[in-house]
């Protein structure tokens, strides 16, 4: 997975989109990286609150999901 700048901004946060989601897509997330937080937004409504992960966790979560 690589990732792209999402055209959409959140304050104070580089917000990526995967290279795998495109814009028709029906469901994209969106995540930020911060020195101790990996945050996670719905792409499709930006307004919503984001979910916060340690990097740890949101590793563990990647390693789960890839392997189902």
Not at 14 to 25: E, H, I, L, M, V
Not at 43 to 68: E, Q, R
């Amino acid at each position: 997975m690589t990732t792209k700048p999402s055209t959409k901004d959140g304050p104070g946060l580089n917000w990526f989109k995967s290279s795998y989601s495109t814009a028709d897509g029906p469901s994209c997330v969106e995540a930020a990286v911060t020195p101790g937080t990996v945050h996670i937004r719905d792409s499709k409504d930006i307004h919503l609150p984001h979910l916060g992960f340690t990097p740890g966790s949101w590793g563990d979560f990647v390693t789960y999901a890839s392997k189902n």
